[in-house]
């Protein structure tokens, strides 16, 4: 439902700058040469087969894209580390019902998806907050009552929009009709962080979403986005005709919805944009409060803003300008059928959660066929995962109750700690950057917070405040979803009025399995359901410790260092505190890996883009860097089990469609960024006899670590 897109995009707005552990790196080198496998994908758009023959990757095969591995696949340690080190778990690696992914995070997943379930149907909850979790748990299963609702809740939103016959009549409707109740926005906005000064908030306006996520799929549409448009569209035409619409009505919505995202794409960032490391000198666009409400012109941005009871600040961020521009020029009566049947899809895509069972489970399927997953969780399952979402606090306490210890948070703090240090040390030894970038560099490490596995104080985050109705009360799932807006609303509303309180978790909650470094907040956050299982265990040795949980640590320091993060002063403020000279050495560096990281070919045509990966790819060797730094003061320090332990935590097969996914984001392939990171370090070559003749060798003055 709309409400769960609405606190998505708070989340992203505020996460803009939040780095998960994911990273990655490139190579260069010739590999050993595998079997030939192909893998036949089927052509989303048209229909008819092609084969992609994943054996043709350079200079590595893409192990980590199902099906790319087979038991005549050559693996060799000097030729490809990660595939030799992994390659028995890749072949034994199943696609659990429901899952697109197997490996030793995915597992974490699948654990971290039993342990929350067990929440809900062993745990006594004794609090307030818990009970409402449970209670939205119950609504999610309460099939005779979702199923007597059928697709009224959404018709009744989709009637009114039809109704409209004016683009005065639109904005009377989206500034009167309570926030919580309306159809999707063709504009959003959310509170996030004051780049400029972090101790504030403001609000960003941005566009609306499109159904293929990138608008660079407009102009040029992907693989992927051709699956996505196929099965959004199946899905969308399935639901308009569910409210009443005939076949061809519901198509001509969904063309009109189209050709309306078509028009606007070319004014909207893609996804490649967004990775860029400069994209903040791109969306920080501080604009007055005066200046904006004559710049939107017929637009009701500020009025829908004043409904939600969010209060005018002197100024906000207009993070795409072109945008608002373009959809100036269509906000009009003439474009008022597009513009309706934007909305409605939007909607619809939105409320496929929330409404009966052969809603949902078309929805599921369809959400599977995009990300190539087979089979479908439990209904248990899926309402656990649910109520985790939409109260993500309430549930990640009676989680972190349960199966973490004071001793836990002590000993991953400690660890934390230890690394900073040591990254300390070791930024003060490099020699490409002044004495005066270093102090400012080891002033940002030692001001860095340390947010570790679950909040020292909950009461920030109480919902006692919000009751729900039990299904025995006549509650239903839709009803609680819209009552659960209304408070995070209201909640955000209150937060936006007060200072920025920079102990508070806000983003990523404590059940997800993740770790993540903050600007805005300069902290480093370590969520409890990550550190544990096969990441981190108290009883580890300790190469192992450092090689998988250390390297993650290590990573999201890093990040407060990459292109990005380096941007972002000790207080979290956008602000440079380079020297002209260090910067450009630095950007340079940047540069080189992105070039790097473009030298790779996951299989024929499909290549790695460097563009966007050089902050995960920063951060990934400077983690490296930084372990190894620390290893070299450990006695008999076992490199071997080291570094085997690192390309086993990022052993992982993901579906095809997920691989290409994964292509778009800034966090590359697994296989990539073990054998790439690898490559950079000299410990690496000595611990396994590297030369020139090995697949593993990179020249050293090819080598691109910056730390």
Same mark, same amino acid.
């Given at each position: 439902?709309?409400?769960?897109?609405?606190?998505?995009?708070?989340?992203?707005?505020?996460?803009?700058?939040?780095?998960?552990?994911?990273?990655?790196?490139?190579?260069?080198?010739?590999?050993?040469?595998?079997?030939?496998?192909?893998?036949?994908?089927?052509?989303?758009?048209?229909?008819?087969?092609?084969? /992609?023959?994943?054996?043709?990757?350079?200079?590595?095969?893409?192990?980590?894209?199902?099906?790319?591995?087979?038991?005549?696949?050559?693996?060799?340690?000097?030729?490809?580390?990660?595939?030799?080190?992994?390659? &028995?778990?890749?072949?034994?690696?199943?696609?659990?019902?429901?899952?697109?992914?197997?490996?030793?995070?995915?597992?974490?997943?699948?654990?971290?998806?039993?342990?929350?379930?067990?929440?809900?149907?062993?745990?006594?909850?004794?609090?307030?907050?818990?009970?409402?979790?449970?209670?939205?748990?119950? !609504?999610?299963?309460?099939?005779?009552?979702?199923?007597?609702?059928? /697709?009224?809740?959404?018709?009744?939103?989709?009637?009114?929009?039809?109704?409209?016959?004016?683009?005065?009549?639109?904005?009377?409707?989206?500034?009167?009709?309570?926030?919580?109740?309306?159809?999707?926005?063709?504009?959003?906005?959310?509170?996030?962080?004051?780049?400029?000064?972090?101790?504030?908030?403001?609000?960003?306006?941005?566009?609306?979403?499109?159904?293929?996520?990138?608008?660079?799929?407009?102009?040029?549409?992907?693989?992927?986005?051709?699956?996505?448009?196929? *099965?959004?569209?199946?899905?969308?035409?399935?639901?308009?005709?569910?409210?009443?619409?005939?076949?061809?009505?519901?198509?001509?919505?969904?063309?009109?919805?189209?050709?309306?995202?078509?028009?606007?794409?070319?004014?909207?960032?893609?996804?490649?944009?967004?990775?860029?490391?400069?994209?903040?000198?791109?969306?920080?666009?501080?604009?007055?409060?005066?200046?904006?409400?004559?710049?939107?012109?017929?637009?009701?941005?500020? *009025?829908?803003?004043?409904?939600?009871?969010?209060?005018?600040?002197?100024?906000?961020?207009?993070?795409?300008?072109?945008?608002?521009?373009?959809?100036?020029?269509?906000?009009? &009566?003439?474009?008022?059928?597009?513009?309706?049947?934007?909305?409605?899809?939007?909607?619809?895509?939105?409320?496929?959660?929330?409404?009966?069972?052969?809603?949902?489970?078309?929805?599921?399927?369809?959400?599977?066929?995009?990300?190539?997953?087979?089979?479908?969780?439990?209904?248990?399952?899926?309402?656990?995962?649910?109520?985790?979402?939409?109260?993500?606090?309430?549930?990640?306490? !009676?989680?972190?109750?349960?199966?973490?210890?004071? *001793?836990?948070?002590?000993?991953?703090?400690?660890?934390?700690?230890?690394?900073?240090?040591?990254?300390?040390?070791?930024?003060?030894?490099?020699?490409?950057?002044?004495d005066a970038t270093k102090k400012k560099a080891v002033e940002k490490l030692e001001s860095i917070t340390i947010n570790s596995l679950y909040p020292d104080d909950w009461s920030p985050y109480s919902y006692e405040e919000l009751n729900l109705?039990?299904?025995?009360?006549?509650?239903?799932?839709?009803?609680?979803?819209? &009552?659960?807006?209304?408070?995070?609303?209201?909640?955000?509303?209150?937060?936006?009025?007060?200072?920025?309180?920079?102990?508070?978790? &806000?983003? !990523?909650?404590?059940?997800?399995?993740?770790?993540?470094?903050?600007?805005?907040?300069?902290?480093?956050?370590?969520?409890?359901?990550?550190?544990?299982?096969?990441?981190?265990?108290?009883?580890?040795?300790?190469?192992?410790?450092?090689?998988?949980?250390?390297?993650?640590?290590?990573?999201?320091?890093?990040?407060?260092?990459?292109?990005?993060?380096?941007?972002?002063?000790?207080?979290?403020?956008?602000?440079?505190?380079?020297?002209?000279?260090?910067?450009?050495?630095?950007?340079?560096?940047?540069?080189?890996?992105?070039?790097?990281?473009?030298?790779?070919?996951?299989?024929?045509?499909?290549?790695?883009?460097?563009?966007?990966?050089?902050?995960?790819?920063?951060?990934?060797?400077?983690?490296?860097?930084?372990?190894?730094?620390?290893?070299?003061?450990?006695?008999?320090?076992?490199?071997?089990?080291?570094?085997?332990?690192?390309?086993?935590?990022?052993?992982?097969?993901?579906?095809?469609?997920?691989?290409?996914?994964?292509?778009?984001?800034?966090?590359?392939?697994?296989?990539?960024?073990?054998?790439?990171?690898?490559?950079?370090?000299?410990?690496?070559?000595?611990?396994?006899?590297?030369?020139?003749?090995?697949?593993?060798?990179?020249?050293?003055?090819?080598?691109?670590?910056?730390?």
């Amino acid at each position: 439902m709309k409400s769960k897109q609405i606190l998505a995009l708070l989340l992203a707005l505020s996460m803009i700058l939040g780095m998960c552990a994911c990273a990655s790196t490139g190579t260069e080198a010739a590999s050993a040469e595998p079997t030939a496998q192909l893998s036949t994908q089927e052509n989303s758009e048209n229909g008819n087969t092609v084969s /992609v023959d994943l054996s043709s990757g350079t200079p590595w095969l893409a192990s980590s894209v199902q099906g790319a591995v087979t038991e005549n696949t050559v693996a060799e340690l000097k030729d490809d580390f990660y595939l030799y080190v992994n390659k &028995d778990s890749i072949l034994s690696y199943e696609f659990l019902p429901g899952y697109s992914n197997a490996g030793v995070l995915p597992q974490r997943d699948v654990e971290n998806d039993r342990d929350i379930l067990a929440l809900f149907t062993d745990a006594q909850p004794t609090s307030h907050d818990a009970g409402l979790a449970i209670r939205l748990y119950e !609504l999610f299963l309460d099939w005779d009552s979702r199923n007597d609702l059928g /697709v009224q809740p959404l018709k009744t939103i989709t009637d009114a929009v039809d109704a409209l016959s004016s683009i005065e009549e639109m904005n009377r409707y989206y500034t009167t009709v309570p926030f919580e109740r309306q159809a999707s926005l063709p504009f959003y906005f959310g509170t996030t962080i004051d780049y400029n000064d972090s101790n504030s908030y403001t609000m960003a306006v941005c566009p609306g979403t499109l159904m293929l996520d990138d608008s660079a799929e407009y102009s040029e549409m992907s693989e992927l986005g051709q699956i996505m448009k196929r *099965e959004w569209s199946a899905f969308t035409l399935y639901l308009l005709q569910r409210l009443g619409y005939s076949q061809q009505e519901a198509e001509t919505k969904l063309a009109n919805s189209y050709a309306l995202e078509t028009l606007l794409a070319p004014s909207i960032l893609t996804s490649e944009e967004w990775n860029d490391p400069n994209i903040i000198d791109r969306i920080n666009n501080v604009i007055s409060i005066e200046d904006f409400s004559a710049l939107q012109g017929n637009v009701p941005i500020l *009025e829908v803003m004043d409904l939600c009871g969010i209060e005018r600040k002197e100024s906000l961020i207009l993070m795409e300008p072109a945008w608002l521009e373009a959809f100036k020029g269509i906000y009009d &009566d003439e474009h008022l059928q597009l513009l309706k049947d934007y909305v409605i899809v939007q909607t619809v895509l939105s409320f496929g959660e929330v409404l009966d069972r052969d809603c949902f489970i078309t929805y599921t399927e369809a959400a599977n066929a995009v990300s190539g997953t087979d089979g479908l969780l439990t209904d248990e399952q899926y309402a656990a995962i649910y109520a985790m979402n939409m109260l993500a606090m309430p549930v990640s306490r !009676l989680y972190c109750e349960t199966y973490f210890t004071p *001793e836990d948070k002590q000993n991953v703090t400690a660890l934390v700690q230890k690394i900073l240090d040591a990254y300390s040390e070791m930024l003060m030894e490099e020699d490409f950057i002044s004495d005066a970038t270093k102090k400012k560099a080891v002033e940002k490490l030692e001001s860095i917070t340390i947010n570790s596995l679950y909040p020292d104080d909950w009461s920030p985050y109480s919902y006692e405040e919000l009751n729900l109705a039990s299904p025995s009360e006549g509650g239903t799932l839709y009803e609680s979803v819209v &009552d659960i807006s209304r408070f995070e609303y209201a909640k955000s509303a209150e937060d936006f009025t007060r200072p920025v309180d920079k102990t508070k978790w &806000d983003g !990523l909650a404590p059940t997800t399995v993740n770790a993540f470094y903050d600007c805005t907040a300069n902290s480093v956050n370590l969520l409890a359901a990550f550190c544990r299982g096969d990441i981190y265990s108290s009883d580890m040795p300790l190469e192992e410790q450092y090689a998988k949980l250390g390297t993650v640590i290590a990573h999201e320091i890093s990040h407060s260092f990459d292109g990005t993060g380096s941007q972002f002063d000790k207080d979290g403020n956008y602000a440079n505190w380079w020297t002209a000279k260090d910067r450009a050495v630095f950007e340079k560096k940047i540069q080189a890996i992105a070039d790097y990281a473009d030298t790779v070919t996951c299989w024929d045509g499909t290549h790695i883009n460097g563009s966007i990966i050089t902050g995960e790819t920063c951060a990934d060797m400077g983690a490296m860097a930084c372990m190894l730094h620390i290893a070299k003061s450990v006695e008999g320090f076992d490199y071997d089990l080291f570094f085997r332990s690192y390309a086993s935590l990022w052993s992982y097969v993901r579906s095809y469609n997920e691989f290409l996914g994964r292509l778009k984001n800034e966090h590359p392939p697994e296989y990539f960024r073990v054998n790439g990171t690898l490559q950079q370090f000299e410990e690496f070559y000595h611990c396994y006899g590297i030369t020139e003749s090995d697949g593993m060798y990179l020249a050293p003055e090819k080598r691109v670590a910056i730390w």
